[in-house]
Structures are given as C-alpha cells and as structure tokens.
C-alpha cells in the first residue's frame, strides 16, 4: 500500500429496514454514487461503503434487506469508479455479511469491529467472529482482505490485554491483514504513543480509524500506514454521516503527499 493510504467514507442514509428510512433504494444508491464521484475527484485512495445511519444497531445477524441493499450499492461504486480499494463496513459487527458483500462485489477489503475478543458496547457484548470469517474467505477461495480493529471505538475490552499485546494477538492469531487504531470514540483520535506501540509490535499495516481532523492529519500522515477520514471537518456544515465536503478531503489528500 502507498503511505499513507487515504480512504473516505461513504456514510450511508438508514437504508431500507431501518428505523429511520426515508428514502428509496434507488435514492440511497445515487446518493452514494454522489459521494463517490466527490471523493474520486479529491483524490483519495479508497472508500468504505457503512449503513452508519441504520442505528441503532445489530450486534451481528444482519438483517438480509440490509445485506441486499448494501450489495448492490456497493457494486454501483465498484461499477462506475475506479477507486485503488474498495471496503465495506456492516455496522455493528456484520463481518460475515460485510466480507459477502465484498466478495461478490469484487471490492477489495472489509472492516470488521470485533476480530477477536469480547467488547461491552452500547449493542451489549460483542464477540469476535475470526473462525467463521476465516473459514468462509478460505472456502471462498477468496482475496478480499481483513482490515480489524484493535482496541474498538465506542467500545471496552473484556479481555483487556495492553493494546499492543491485544495487536500482536489480532496479527498472529486473529487472521488480520491490517490492524485498525481509534480512539475512545469515533471524534477522538489514538494517541500517538499507541499507534507507535501496535506500529512497533505487528509487521502488518496500521491504519488510523477515528477522531482525524484538519488540524491534526499532519501527525498521523508521518506515522501511520493509511488513514480512515470520515469526521466533521470532512461534511459539510459538520454533519456527522452528512455528505461528503470535497474541498477538505482535497487539501489533505494534497498535504499528505507532500510528507
């Protein structure tokens, strides 16, 4: 991967199912293809594809009309852009489903929350699904890759290892092709003594997953392997899961390629 990789998000309306859908399939799907063409044109690497309006949320079994609809708004970003890498995140820990979904598509990675351990979230315990994912990227004969989180947002480990012991347990036994670093919360960034611990204890690719903004992006363009931008200072008016705001992402993807 290029240093740093620089990934946007597509934070998706409540997509049908929801409790708070409003808008068809077929307009969820242009919004998304909307966003793609603004990000495209700012220049990032990649994209996730994240139903981030379909709270609250499903610990795991995802319902199969979330599945569906993600599925063919994600292969409409695969079909009419020409992203570097394509991932998909199923909110909260749809693994399984989010790895389906980009094997079919032909996208290129999946974020999975909960690889491995056990997290107390506002969804309840949350447990990690590395056997079954494993299982069903070999049985699928498949090259979509794992991106999991370490030490989760929005979220406290039960088996509480220091973070670089819980990293080394992520790349060694946990099945990971890159290893996700964030915050407390989705505002918050990692501390930059624990990217440099995880970066020093995995021979894996660290990714920064939360809280990057205009004023601190400089830090982690130095430090980190790949960032995932998404926050308030890339939407417009500073919405939360809002439309993408081109200009923002344009002057750090422009910033970044400089260090």
């Known amino acids: 991967m290029k240093k740093p990789l620089i990934i946007g998000m597509i934070h998706l309306p409540p997509l049908p199912g929801s409790p708070n859908n409003k808008m068809s399939l077929d307009e969820i799907v242009n919004y998304a293809v909307a966003e793609a063409q603004k990000l495209q044109e700012?220049?990032?690497?990649?994209?996730?594809?994240?139903?981030?309006?379909?709270?609250?949320?499903f610990k795991d079994n995802i319902p199969p009309i979330t599945t569906a609809s993600m599925s063919i708004i994600v292969r409409e970003v695969r079909?009419?852009?020409?992203f570097d890498m394509v991932g998909v995140n199923v909110l909260r820990n749809g693994c399984i489903d989010a790895f389906s979904i980009a094997h079919v598509t032909g996208?290129?990675?999946?974020?999975?929350?909960?690889?491995?351990?056990?997290?107390?979230?506002?969804?309840?315990?949350?447990?990690?699904r590395a056997a079954e994912l494993l299982r069903l990227k070999r049985f699928l004969n498949s090259k979509v890759m794992i991106f999991a989180d370490i030490h989760v947002k929005h979220a406290y480990p039960l088996y509480n290892l220091p973070i670089e012991l819980a990293a080394q347990d992520l790349a060694e036994r946990g099945g990971a092709d890159a290893v996700i670093v964030s915050g407390t919360r989705s505002s918050?960034?990692?501390?930059?003594?624990?990217?440099?611990?995880?970066?020093?204890?995995?021979?894996?690719?660290?990714?920064?997953?939360?809280?990057?903004s205009l004023e601190n992006f400089r830090d982690?363009?130095?430090?980190?392997?790949?960032?995932?931008?998404?926050?308030?200072?890339f939407k417009e008016g500073g919405v939360i899961g809002g439309p993408s705001k081109k200009e923002a992402y344009e002057y750090l993807v422009k910033e970044c390629r400089q260090k």
Request: hydrophobic share 40%.
């Open 107 to 128: 996208s290129q990675f999946i974020r999975c929350n909960v690889l491995i351990g056990a997290y107390v979230t506002d969804q309840g315990i949350i447990e990690g």
């Open 220 to 233: 982690f363009c130095k430090l980190a392997d790949g960032l995932i931008i998404g926050e308030k200072d």
């Open 42 to 57: 700012a220049g990032v690497d990649g994209v996730i594809v994240e139903n981030l309006g379909d709270y609250p949320f």
């Open 188 to 212: 918050i960034p990692p501390s930059i003594e624990n990217v440099k611990k995880v970066k020093e204890a995995v021979n894996l690719p660290v990714i920064m997953g939360s809280g990057i």
């Open 79 to 82: 079909k009419n852009f020409y």
